[in-house]
């Protein structure tokens, strides 16, 4: 039996883990087969996944709820510009650090806002937080989604990516992988999205190869590729940690943000426990590693306990 606080401590561990596993081979080509023997560095880094995510589990704590003002500040605040983010995000971070409002900033670079993962691959902490709430779950993680992306499929991406975490945290075992596309198909009015899930049941009904996944969902940073290729790879692998993250290198391009993404479902769906304890010992633990993700998943626990 695991317990919610399990989940909660496993959502954001392997979200961590996820995106430091997959850093080493971001922008590698489709059908690399990495040997986790080898191939771990000594100390496993993460990147702007990780950091963006820890953004938004701190300002939830400090504001008790969701406030993005405070948010933003916060992705300003612990912006290390040596974590990799990308392009557009970056410029927005620097245009609030230097005092102008995310509302201005975030259509500064892309007119309609940037349509990248940057939003969803930080999104799992909000599925948390929302997850008995999810009637207001959309339109914050919208919100928190519109300081650096804007763009509607940006949103939609962090939504669909959020609500996924929720499903797992509030129905425990999803009864088969067609039971979760059909609640995210049902939950997002995007026909962009709804086409992708629809294809991410044929994949699943075929069990495609990499390439077929890489050519029909797409491996790019942007989000309407990499969130439907995250929720595949965990829907078809995600109740074994190692292997789903051996399927998410192999499928090569944004191999982190898919890695955080489908890590922070499957570390949901598992708990923290069953997540490879040689890997988490391996992770950095500086100022804000892996036991500062691990305190704002368990205060995001306490919080979520006494909101719902
Ligand atoms: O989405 P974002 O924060 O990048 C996240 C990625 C992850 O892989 C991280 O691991 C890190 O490596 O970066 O950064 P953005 O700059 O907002 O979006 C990423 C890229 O998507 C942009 O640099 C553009 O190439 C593309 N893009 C767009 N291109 C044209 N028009 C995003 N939005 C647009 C757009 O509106
Ligand atoms: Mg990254
Ligand atoms: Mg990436």
Redesign the pocket.
Known sequence: MITPVERFRGCLMGLMLGDAIGAPF?GCRQGIEPDFQKDLPAVLRY???SEMAIGVGESLIASDGFDPDDMAMRFAENYNPLR??????AAIINMIKSGMHWKEANTK??????????SA?RAAPLGLFFSHRTGQLRAAVEEASSI??H?VL?KEGAVLLAYAVSLLVTQEVMKDRNHMIDALLGFTSSDEYSAKLLIMKELIKEEASGEQVVLRLGNT??ALESVPAALYVFLVYGSDFKKMMQVCISLGG?T??IGAMAGALSGCLLGEQALPGEWIQKLENGEKGKDHIVEIAERLFLMHQAHS
């Open positions: 971001e990147t702007d996944d990799g983010y990308g392009s557009g995000t670079v892309f007119k309609n806002g940037s349509f990248g993962n940057g691959m650096t992306h763009h940006g940073v942007l944004d982190d943000t």
